[in-house]
């Protein structure tokens, strides 16, 4: 790939000033750390120098499907690219996929996700949003609904999108193909949905469109298309997909292994440190603000030795946390983590709850917002994962608090209290 650069950039020389080309190299090597692809990664630089030129920015394009009303931080990878482009000049266009998620859209499970009706999709786009804006540069980026076009088409303009692309080819795609080999249902509107997200950029008229490892297909529709239309095709520029917080599968909410963007500060900090030592790097990498250089010095000082991994884990988490909240509750977090797991202090704001009102302990924690659901606290309580402090754990279903837990603190899991008064 190396000669393959340099050979542009020779080229490029040809045709622009050394300032230029020298500034369009800088911004290529900063956009391609942490990356998975660039798809054609010089066709990108000729971008970046032709921006640069004729001081145009490039259209960067990633969208969202408002199928949930929260995010978590593996849903930002792709903004946090989103935000480089920008600090370089470039504008931040993100499509909500209102339209696909009216209709339904493939999932890689066994069946498409449900169609999701308009309310549900304008609140869980607005609730999206003001989380993509934590990461996002809000003056830069345009927000773009696909129903602003898709509401217009008729059936001649779908017609002659299908007829641009073939069966063979939209049946390749992973996802696809996975359901058909394993004998699952695989709907013929599911099969638009490729062309749907490629058409999108050529709306939009997007240089650049970020996306997960595993949406490579689905952008690589949008070149296609746009060459259709005789534009310039758009680069790929594909992400990892950030690995959980259990260290084995991907980051979901469904496998609750993730880190919410609207987590307490507290639970950030937590959910950090229970990591694997051996995900660090890829946190570093993927989910920080970290340059080439420290990423580089900090793996280094792990194998080596040097970097004691916990008090590494301590500063991955404090800089996360202060990325969200600011400096000050970073700081604060830490101290408060250090306090509580080092010198069995319980957490000054620890919720509480009287028992005067008699009930049980899980409908309490539930109610309380401690634990999500009652199936949740139902799999801890036979993980020995709740009990007091200093204490025996709980493990019956059936627990009641009452009078005779006046004074006591429970710990939920590895980060959570509750005083009983």
């Not at 990356?35 to 970046?48: G, Y």
Request: net charge negative; hydrophobic share 35%; with cysteine.
């Amino acid at each position: 790939m190396q000669d393959s650069i340099q050979q542009t950039l020779n080229e490029l020389r040809k045709k622009y000033d050394d300032k230029v080309v020298g500034e369009a190299h800088i911004q290529f090597e900063q956009l391609r750390f942490g990356v998975s692809e660039i798809t054609p990664d010089v066709e990108l630089l000729q971008m970046l120098a032709y921006s640069i030129h004729n001081k145009k920015p490039l259209r960067v394009k990633c969208g969202i499907d408002p199928t949930g009303s929260d995010i978590h931080l593996g849903h930002l990878v792709p903004f946090r690219k989103m935000r480089q482009f920008q600090d370089l000049g470039h504008i931040g266009v993100v499509i909500i996929g209102d339209y696909t998620a009216s209709i339904g859209d493939p999932t890689g499970l066994n069946e498409a996700r449900q169609a999701l009706d308009p309310e549900t999709i304008k609140l869980n786009a607005r609730t999206y949003m003001d989380q993509v804006y934590t990461v996002v540069d809000r003056d830069r980026t345009e927000v773009c609904f696909q129903s602003e076009w898709f509401n217009d088409v008729t059936l001649r303009d779908v017609i002659q999108w299908a007829g641009q692309t073939t069966v063979a080819k939209l049946l390749s795609h992973d996802t696809f193909m996975k359901r058909i080999e394993s004998g699952n249902t695989l709907s013929l509107h599911e099969l638009f949905y490729p062309i749907l997200q490629g058409i999108d950029s050529v709306y939009i008229k997007a240089d650049v469109e970020l996306g997960g490892s595993d949406q490579k297909f689905n952008v690589l529709m949008g070149r296609d298309y746009q060459r259709h239309r005789n534009m310039r095709p758009q680069v790929a520029v594909l992400l990892p997909i950030v690995t959980g917080t259990c260290g084995t599968k991907k980051m979901s909410k469904s496998l609750g292994n993730y880190i919410a963007i609207n987590d307490q500060p507290f639970d950030k900090f937590g959910k950090i440190m229970s990591i694997p030592d051996r995900l660090m790097g890829e946190y570093f990498q993927y989910l920080t603000d970290i340059t080439p250089a420290e990423f580089e010095q900090i793996t280094a000082g792990l194998d080596k030795g040097v970097l004691h991994p916990n008090e590494t884990k301590k500063d991955l988490a404090q800089r996360i946390v202060t990325f969200f909240h600011g400096e000050d509750v970073g700081r604060e977090m830490r101290t408060q983590f250090e306090n509580v797991f080092k010198k069995g202090e319980v957490p000054e704001d620890t919720p509480t709850y009287s028992c005067a009102s008699e009930d049980s302990l899980i409908n309490v924690l539930v109610s309380l917002g401690l634990i999500d659901s009652k199936k949740e606290v139902r799999r801890l309580l036979q993980q020995n994962a709740i009990g007091f402090v200093d204490g025996d754990k709980i493990t019956d279903e059936s627990f009641v608090i009452n009078s005779s837990s006046a004074g006591k603190v429970i710990k939920i899991g590895k980060r959570k209290f509750l005083r009983i008064e």
